[in-house]
Structure formats: structure tokens, C-alpha cells
């Protein structure tokens, strides 16, 4: 099992600004998975994307995933103060278990 | 389906006495987790099982940590002689493998245990 590395550790925004998270991890994959995480919703789900997928959109959520760096990034675009959470990105091996990292905590003020 | 329940939601207990947490996953998942989380850290892994195997169990925290998933269903983790500091939130999580892949897991609200 291995955890990612989350970039930066913590990142404050105005609202209507976009966001931008990256994630590190070190070996091969099959998918990676972004997690949310606050105070009034717990942990949340956010997106998958397998390995053989480039890019993933939900809503105002874009995901990257780059194979061949090793990493991934989630971009929240025009932010908005419920989008004040930490974020959890966790790259996945077949038969292996969900291991988080320390998150990038995103503040996102009116 | 109301999700992944965890009971209690909160628990108080003397330090030297054992606590055990319940967790029940959606019902047709075959996937549970379990994890200790404290202020400002992410969750910590401490095992997980496929049905009723416990899959990993390295990474619990000591020998006085111990879980069970019986019958493939419902999950309980248990510690022993706690210590203030397994004062914690201990969340579980469920999800469907789809063989050996992971897909989006599931939390419940957690239990949170303070020790004094």
C-alpha cells in the first residue's frame, strides 16, 4: 500500500477564485482516488480516475492524472466558502488498501 | 440504504478499561475499513477486511487492537486496556471491490473516544 503526497499542505483562496491541488505518489497504480473531508459532511468521495485516463471532470471538479510523473492534480474552479475542507488524494494498487497523507487543508473566504 | 453506521457516535471511558466500536457497511459491500484520525491529520490505516478476511492487520496500532467482520457483514474493533492516547476518532469506511481494485469507499460519521 502506498499514500500520496498532497502539494501544498495548506492554501487559502477568495471566493469565485480557483483552486489547485497536487498529488505525488511513488509506485504504479490503478486508480487514484480525491477524498473531502469537513467538518459537516465527514469524509466524502470526490472522484476516480483509473490509470488509464488522462483527465476527469465533476461538476467544477477537474482531475489529472499523469502516469509517467507519477502524480495528479484536482483543480476546483471558482471556489466557493463550502469548499473549505482538507482534500485527500489516494493512489490505489489492485489488492492493496486506501492509505490517506496528510491532506492540503483549502480556506476559502467571502 | 442509509449508509455506513457507526455506533456509538461518542465514547467516554476510564483509562485501563476495553471499549468496542461497531461498524456496519452498505449492505452490499464487501470491502470495510477501519481508521483512527486526530485533529489535523488524515486518517490512519489500521485494517481492513474482503468479506470476512482480514486482509491486513499490520498496521494496527498494538496487540491491544483487534477487530473482527464475522460474517462478512457488520465490523467490530476493539482496544483493551486503553490509553489516553488512543483518544481519537475511529472511522470506518465500506466499499464493493471489483476484483482485486479498489473503487469509492464509504464513511460513516465515526466514533469518537475519549480516554481519562
Known amino acids: 500500500s502506498q499514500q500520496g503526497e498532497e502539494d501544498p499542505q495548506a492554501l487559502s483562496i477568495q471566493e469565485g477564485e480557483n483552486a489547485t491541488m497536487n498529488c505525488s505518489y511513488k509506485?504504479?497504480?490503478?486508480?487514484l482516488q480525491w477524498y473531502r473531508q469537513n467538518s459537516g459532511r465527514g469524509l466524502v468521495h470526490l472522484i476516480l480516475?483509473?490509470?488509464?485516463?488522462r483527465e476527469k471532470h465533476s461538476g467544477r471538479l477537474r482531475v489529472t492524472l499523469d502516469t509517467s510523473k507519477k502524480s495528479s492534480s484536482l483543480l476546483i474552479t471558482a471556489s466557493r466558502a463550502a469548499d473549505t475542507a482538507s482534500y485527500f488524494c489516494?493512489?490505489?494498487?489492485?489488492?492493496?488498501?486506501?492509505?490517506f497523507g496528510k491532506g492540503t487543508t483549502l480556506s476559502v473566504s467571502s | 440504504d442509509t449508509g455506513v453506521s457507526q455506533n456509538p457516535r461518542h465514547k467516554i471511558t476510564k483509562r485501563g478499561q476495553n471499549v468496542t466500536f461497531r461498524c456496519d457497511p452498505i449492505?452490499?459491500?464487501?470491502?470495510l475499513y477501519w481508521y483512527r484520525q486526530t485533529l489535523g491529520q488524515g486518517p490512519e490505516f489500521l485494517t481492513y477486511?474482503?468479506?470476512?478476511?482480514?486482509?491486513?492487520k499490520s498496521r494496527l496500532l498494538s496487540d491491544r487492537f483487534s477487530a473482527e467482520r464475522p460474517k462478512g457483514s457488520f465490523s467490530t474493533l476493539e482496544i483493551q486496556r486503553t490509553e489516553q492516547g488512543d483518544s481519537a476518532m475511529y472511522l470506518c469506511?465500506?466499499?464493493?471491490?471489483?476484483?482485486?481494485?479498489?473503487?469509492?469507499?464509504?464513511f460513516g460519521q465515526g466514533t469518537r473516544l475519549t480516554v481519562v
Open positions: 480516475i483509473r490509470s488509464n485516463e
Open positions: 449492505s452490499e459491500h464487501n470491502r
Open positions: 477486511f474482503q468479506n470476512e478476511a482480514q486482509l491486513e
Open positions: 489516494v493512489p490505489n494498487q489492485a489488492g492493496t488498501a486506501l492509505i
Open positions: 469506511a465500506s466499499s464493493l471491490a471489483q476484483g482485486a481494485s479498489n473503487t469509492e469507499a464509504f
Open positions: 509506485t504504479s497504480i490503478n486508480n
